[in-house]
């Protein structure tokens, strides 16, 4: 494989990167994205997941110097309570110089190859504006949007953004319209009680055991992965809020915010009465902390569309591609015929995928402080 890519490419090399990598792909991150992270998020994201190393694969020029890069991360799923292991496309990253030379598409080809000899079905991804185009050229397939719902806490404010002055004006037609039409968010938890998690423990374990039966191809949430994805963060963004019923932990909720926006980015509830619970302090912990309003976003769910609806949450009005609305992309596999894996008609079904923001592969969802500054 690695002769192909070396001719392909006109002469580069391509290797499986590991832990001593770190530096190298996080500085090729920064260079390819502009962004400014240090090694810890190159160790934490490809290396430290409980659910397994990723498969990322490190292209080098003529002197060893890095040309681009790119990764599978693995991720054990359900489909209807039966075991999966699905793959999710991370970071492909050229560094500049080495640009449209086929880095990305090959690499693509052999973490795909790698993932179908190992069982997996499928990867999947959100594309961006410039990667779209690539994706679907070498075997992707785009199977819906990834839609950003709204939850308006305080309307003038939300408003604001959009009309500047002329908010105070439609604020008190807006409000009651919205309200009439079942748009404004709920927060009464019932008979549930909230209560911060500032680590999970197996009940989370038991509660994802319970739920994974009735629910489609989701990730699964043990105390393990939740820790690693939520808590143990380089950045540490995220806040987690238990819902208890009695004594028992029924639902689970995790939110961050940043720049004026707060994001819901994960969430399980035993039941409806718990994801409602849920999600409702969710938000409310989101407007408690000042915010105007929060996003939620999910492909075509059913049951997760269900329950944005059902507690006042709405699409956002814009459809602007690659920010409201989003490409969810998937592409299959062939894999052994010993390996038992849903048929490629759930797996390019958005209805099947019962996924949130956490489940992607970006640590957080607030924006980023500008390059060169400390975060």
Not at 34 to 55: E, I, L, Q
Not at 91 to 115: N, Q, W, Y
Not at 173 to 184: H, N
Request: net charge positive.
């Amino acid at each position: 494989m690695s002769e192909s890519f070396t001719q392909r490419t006109g002469g580069l090399s391509v290797r499986t990167a590991g832990k001593a990598d770190a530096d190298r792909l996080i500085g090729l991150f920064n260079e390819a994205f502009r962004k400014s992270k240090d090694a810890r998020t190159a160790h934490w994201k490809y290396f430290d997941s409980p659910h397994g190393v990723s498969t990322t694969l490190l292209a080098e020029g003529p002197q060893g110097e890095p040309a681009g890069a790119y990764s599978y991360v693995y991720r054990r799923f359900t489909w209807r309570g039966a075991p999966v292991e699905i793959a999710q496309a991370s970071d492909a990253m050229v560094h500049p110089s080495f640009r449209k030379r086929g880095i990305f598409t090959g690499l693509d080809d052999l973490c795909a190859e790698t993932a179908g000899q190992r069982g997996v079905p499928a990867c999947f991804a959100t594309a961006g504006r410039q990667s779209h185009h690539g994706f679907l050229k070498n075997g992707w397939r785009e199977i819906g949007p990834y839609r950003t719902w709204l939850a308006v806490f305080d309307v003038k404010r939300s408003l604001a953004r959009r009309f500047g002055g002329a908010a105070g004006v439609l604020a008190p037609f807006v409000g009651p319209a919205l309200a009439m039409l079942g748009k404004r968010p709920k927060f009464d938890l019932g008979s549930h009680v909230a209560q911060p998690i500032p680590r999970f423990d197996e009940r989370v374990t038991r509660l994802f055991e319970s739920t994974k039966a009735r629910l489609p191809l989701i990730g699964v949430r043990d105390a393990a992965w939740l820790n690693w994805r939520y808590v143990d963060t380089p950045t540490r963004k995220h806040r987690a809020t238990a819902i208890l019923r009695g004594d028992a932990l029924v639902g689970y909720v995790v939110t961050e915010d940043g720049a004026d926006n707060g994001y819901v980015v994960d969430l399980l509830g035993l039941d409806e009465a718990a994801e409602d619970a849920s999600l409702r302090a969710g938000l409310a912990e989101l407007r408690g902390r000042g915010l105007p309003l929060a996003y939620v976003q999910a492909p075509r769910c059913p049951p997760l569309e269900r329950l944005f609806a059902r507690n006042g949450l709405f699409p956002h009005p814009k459809r602007q591609p690659f920010r409201f609305v989003t490409p969810f992309i998937v592409r299959t596999f062939p894999t052994p015929p010993s390996f038992r894996v849903p048929a490629a008609d759930v797996l390019l079904d958005p209805a099947s995928w019962y996924i949130l923001d956490g489940d992607r592969d970006v640590e957080h969802m607030s924006p980023e402080a500008p390059r060169g500054e400390s975060r």
